[in-house]
């Protein structure tokens, strides 16, 4: 089993935004299905880490379909707010995770904390747990995180989540403001998926 490759995948997210770069990670000689091609929603994350709400994902959609399955749960962790949104990143903008609302949320909660707070350096990470799950129970997990901060505005039109509001360590522009296919190559997804390529 360890040797043998990976020829086909399903991967586990109704988020298109994780589908694309996800898919983009991937080598090109790979069969890729999504959920939408089983017509799948998605189950309830009742986890209380970004591996434990992945491995749902990831038993779940390989049970329904019998194909090995790669997960992703991640978030975005502000330290002044305690680590919030964490895992409940998504669900901060409300029942269709609308990241429009959830990002005036993160500011809401940050003008409450300190009004001046626009002045200062806003300490953030992006976090994501990857999870490959085989149809005979076999798992493997995998944890990237990228440090960074929260930008005074929202910028940037590209990228998906809270990108137009994190500015990674060493940049001065927002994950939106980068071009995807140089985002894809730096961000948590990336070096979560750097930990786990020998699968593929």
């Known amino acids: ?35 939408k091609d089983f017509d799948l929603k998605s189950p309830r994350e009742t986890g209380k880490t970004f591996k434990s709400n992945a491995l749902i994902k990831a038993k779940y959609f390989s049970k ?8 992703d749960d991640s978030g975005l962790e502000i330290d002044v707010l305690k680590n919030k949104p964490g895992i409940y990143s998504a669900r901060w903008g409300g029942k269709g995770s609308n990241f429009n609302k959830a990002m005036e949320r993160v500011y809401k909660e ?13 300490s953030a990470r992006f976090i994501c747990a990857l ?4 149809p005979n129970k076999k798992k493997i997990y995998s944890v990237g995180k990228i440090s960074g901060k929260i930008s005074r505005i929202k910028k940037g039109k590209n990228g998906f989540g ?19 296919s140089y985002k894809y190559k730096i961000d948590h997804r990336a070096k979560a998926f750097e930990k786990i390529k020998r699968f593929f």
């Open 162 to 180: 809270y990108d137009p509001i994190f500015i990674p360590n060493g940049y001065k522009r927002t994950f939106a403001e980068m071009k995807k």
């Open 1 to 35: 089993m360890k040797n043998k490759k990976i020829s086909k995948i399903l991967i586990g997210t109704n988020n298109l935004g994780k589908l694309k770069e996800i898919t983009s990670l991937l080598p090109k000689n790979i069969k890729i299905f999504s959920t």
């Open 131 to 134: 999870v490959i799950y085989w």
């Open 64 to 71: 329904k379909t019998n194909l090995i399955c790669l997960s």
């Open 110 to 122: 940050l003008d409450k904390r300190d009004k001046e707070w626009r002045e200062k350096k806003i």
